[in-house]
């Protein structure tokens, strides 16, 4: 069956290559998925070769992890790793029909990338974000074909979450989408349209779920105390092990997205700011306490 709102199939090109902008944990396990799913060849870039090696050691290790659960043969595990390579320019996408950029939250330094991204690749190669809260429309803006950008956004962790939010940008066409959609759907992941507003539809909800519960800690009540309130509704993971999945910064920064368009609606942490500010890498902590260590 179509997806709600999804152009007809027929429209989609054909992806045999694909590149990703960002060797972070999310570009590397979208990277994987992408070698898995579409046995095509995968260049992953950075901007220096020991962010490169990292993103290409963990897709190694999580096809040795397939392979030991016996998830995919020895063969098959040699070569999803030989589809799986680092470059450190853009040339090397340049034969890609499907780009993907998942580096910092920020629309100057996604369209800085696009912009150098356009410069090598063919015309007809469909531009993808994973933005989790910024405009498509506003990323594509200074593109010379803004008509093939498009959203799609994965969820953490990437292997594990069937949904798939894809984004039709103001100026996407009815052949970028389509595509998008067909490689949801090779990827085995479950496709919904959404529309190009702040956070989109998920990040909306989650973000609103987890400003509350983190904001009954700011106003005292004790994290654990909130923790355990919740984890017999039947939630997969705690409120603050999903904050710790997802990354402090993002959640923060998605929730700043949501104050600026929603101001009555969605308010940011002094905490959790603050605790990002400092560079906290751990999980929100009960008293907040930046002297502590
Ligand atoms: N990478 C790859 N595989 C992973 C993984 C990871 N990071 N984490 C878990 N898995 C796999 C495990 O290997 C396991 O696979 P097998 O069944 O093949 O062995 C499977 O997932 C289940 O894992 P576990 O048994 O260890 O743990 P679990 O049953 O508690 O499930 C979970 C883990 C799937 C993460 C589950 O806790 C969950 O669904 N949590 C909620 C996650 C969520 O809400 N994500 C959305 C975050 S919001 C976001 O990402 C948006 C954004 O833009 C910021």
Do not use: W
Request: aromatic share 6%.
């Amino acid at each position: 069956r179509r997806p709600a709102g999804a152009p007809d199939a027929s429209l989609a090109r054909k992806v045999t290559k694909v590149g990703v902008v960002g060797a972070g944990l999310m570009a590397s396990q979208m990277a994987l998925l992408f070698a898995r799913r579409l046995q095509v060849p995968v260049v992953l870039t950075d901007l220096d070769q020991a962010r490169l090696d990292k993103g290409v050691s963990y897709v190694h290790a999580e096809v040795d992890k397939l392979a030991g659960k016996g998830r995919v043969s020895p063969d098959q595990a040699n070569r999803l790793k030989a589809l799986v390579t680092g470059s450190l320019t853009k040339d090397a996408f340049a034969d890609a029909d499907f780009v993907i950029e998942a580096v910092f939250e920020d629309l100057t330094v996604k369209k800085q990338v696009f912009a150098e991204v356009e410069a090598v690749v063919r015309a007809d190669c469909v531009l993808a974000t994973n933005t989790s809260s910024l405009s498509v429309t506003a990323m594509g803006e200074d593109l010379a074909h803004p008509e093939r950008l498009v959203g799609f956004h994965f969820f953490n962790p990437v292997a594990v979450m069937p949904l798939l939010e894809i984004v039709r940008g103001g100026a996407t066409d009815d052949a970028t989408l389509a595509t998008a959609f067909a490689v949801g759907k090779a990827l085995k992941k479950s496709s919904v349209l959404v529309k190009d507003a702040p956070a989109f539809v998920v990040n909306r909800l989650l973000t609103r779920f987890m400003g509350e519960v983190i904001g009954a800690v700011d106003e005292g009540t004790p994290l654990e105390a909130a923790e355990h309130a919740l984890d017999r509704l039947g939630l997969p993971m705690t409120p603050f092990a999903l904050l710790q999945l997802v990354g402090p910064a993002v959640g923060l920064h998605v929730a700043e997205t949501l104050h600026e368009a929603f101001p009555d609606r969605f308010g940011v942490s002094a905490n959790l700011a603050k605790l990002v500010a400092a560079g906290k890498p751990g999980v929100y902590r009960p008293d907040f306490s930046l002297d502590e260590e």
